[in-house]
């Protein structure tokens, strides 16, 4: 069984560029949610989506976006980089309804310089 | 490997001894936790959860215990091997009331390092 994909592994931009990272769920997963981890501030939650649709969002900019698939396979979107958008940005997947922990991918590290 | 947090508080524990990772948790709304395991260049690996209705729970090597009261987590491993080196997090998770979507609230990890 294939684990959470994500795409690409590793992406250095340039500050004011925009990214988009990919996310495939395991399969049969139908819910998917965006962390960022970095150092200082370690893994925080960015936002969760079942279905298509946007179910919770954490405390990030609106720089930040994502959506889903009818195929339950993510994106997310970071515009205008900042150097502080530097991260390990990690995808997880659940069968959502039920009470197990995500799965997660093993992330995208973003630098930006 | 990528550094996953450059100031984690640190155990050290020889191989084979039992190990002990503390987390204290702050909403007490929180009904399910976690513990992950994240080894370097890797996502968090789940490794054993326990629902809030609950005080012990044990996995193979693996003992997580619940104190609601004083909202502490601990997570115990027992024969500690050099293989269980790695930051280890305790996340918490509240079903928030709409409808079922909830989100992961991670502490800041502890690095496990096992010695010879």
């Known amino acids: 069984k294939a684990g959470v994909t994500q795409t690409p592994r590793y992406l250095i931009k340039t500050r004011g560029q925009q990214v988009t990272l990919s996310c495939s769920p395991i399969?049969?997963?139908?819910?998917v949610s965006w962390y960022q981890q970095t150092p200082g501030q370690g893994l925080q939650f960015l936002f969760e989506?079942?279905?298509?649709?946007?179910?919770n969002k954490g405390n990030f900019p609106g720089r930040f976006s994502g959506r889903q698939f009818s195929n339950s396979r993510s994106e997310m979107n970071v515009s205008t980089l900042e150097l502080g958008d530097s991260a390990l940005y990690l995808c997880?997947?659940?069968?959502?309804?039920?009470?197990?922990?995500?799965?997660f991918g093993s992330g995208t590290r973003l630098t930006v310089v | 490997g990528e550094s996953v947090g450059l100031h984690l508080p640190t155990l050290s524990v020889q191989e084979g001894d039992n190990s002990i990772i503390n987390c204290a948790y702050s909403?007490?709304?929180?009904?399910?936790f976690i513990w992950y395991k994240q080894e370097s260049g890797k996502g968090p690996q789940f490794i054993i959860d326990?629902?809030?209705?609950?005080d012990k729970r044990q996995g193979q090597r693996v003992t997580v215990l619940l104190n609601k009261t004083v909202k502490h987590l601990s997570l115990q491993i027992a024969a500690t091997q050099p293989g269980d080196s790695a930051v280890y997090f305790c996340?918490?998770?509240?079903?928030?009331?709409?409808?079922?979507?909830?989100?992961?609230?991670f502490g800041t990890g502890t690095r496990l390092q096992v010695t010879l």
């Open positions: 909403n007490s709304a929180s009904d399910y």
């Open positions: 996340a918490e998770k509240e079903d928030l009331n709409t409808g079922t979507a909830s989100k992961l609230t």
């Open positions: 989506y079942f279905s298509e649709t946007q179910r």
């Open positions: 326990i629902r809030s209705n609950m």
């Open positions: 399969s049969g997963h139908r819910s």
């Open positions: 997880a997947s659940s069968f959502y309804e039920t009470v197990s922990g995500y799965t």
